[in-house]
């Protein structure tokens, strides 16, 4: 079946750094990727989504400037954290939606960013 | 290899009977498990949670049974509302919380 390939799984990086987050989509084509980032309430918030070929889409009260997207090809999209702070530390996960070789959505493994 | 599995893509019940919704699991290391709801161009947002420990929890008319031998977990809502209708996803972590492995999703229709 489908499989998103999300790397790293876990990070840990100074304040004022840059952390990537790639997401692969290993054995179909995602024209699509959603970028999620996780909050103690367990609800995912949808932060971006990436359309390879053309800029992301980012939700109301992202920065965009600070969360980099990229849909670099037809398999890779990635998420930079620029300028880390602490109260970036959280759990970002990317998606990619159902395609025809896919009924439903496949999720990434996830990431857990911890800025220091 | 699916880790969390939910087999049935779509689901319709008919407004104000029972709907079930299963997932499977095949890592017996997964001590947390969830159940999310997604609307169409929305984030998936949290429904119930269920620890390995507990067999049954219950939260208004969304109930979660976990059947740990059986690798199994369901999602029951009662009454079944028409504002129920959306994707639903089970997911598990692991002791350490590192992940959170997500099933493929089953779309519930709610028909009148």
């Known amino acids: 079946g489908a499989v998103v390939s999300q790397h790293p799984s876990r990070v840990i990086c100074k304040s004022g750094t840059s952390v990537k987050i790639e997401c692969r989509s290993l054995?179909?084509?995602?024209?699509?990727m959603f970028w999620y980032r996780q909050f103690p309430k367990q609800s995912l918030m949808l932060m971006a989504t990436s359309n390879e070929g053309s800029k992301a889409t980012y939700e109301q009260g992202v920065e965009k400037d600070k969360f980099l997207i990229n849909h670099a090809s037809l398999t890779l999209s990635t998420l930079t954290v620029t300028s880390a702070h602490p109260e970036d530390s959280s759990f970002y996960i990317c998606s990619a939606p159902p395609t025809g070789y896919n009924y439903g959505y496949t999720f990434g493994s996830g990431t857990r960013l911890t800025v220091v | 290899d699916q880790q969390v599995k939910q087999n049935s893509p779509s689901l319709s019940v008919q407004e104000g009977r029972i709907s079930i919704l299963n997932c499977d699991y095949t890592?017996?290391?997964?001590?947390?498990f969830l159940w999310y709801k997604k609307y169409p161009a929305e984030g998936p947002t949290f429904l119930i949670s269920?620890?390995?420990?507990?067999d049954k929890n219950e939260d208004g008319r969304f109930t979660v049974f976990l059947n740990k031998s059986a690798k199994h977990l369901s999602l029951h809502i009662v009454p079944s509302q028409p504002g129920d209708s959306a994707v639903y996803f089970c997911?598990?972590?692991?002791?350490?919380?590192?992940?959170?492995?997500f099933g493929k999703g089953t779309r519930l229709h709610i028909l009148p």
């Open positions: 054995d179909f084509q995602a024209t699509t």
């Open positions: 890592n017996s290391m997964f001590d947390y």
């Open positions: 269920i620890s390995s420990i507990k």
């Open positions: 997911a598990a972590s692991g002791p350490r919380d590192d992940k959170i492995i």
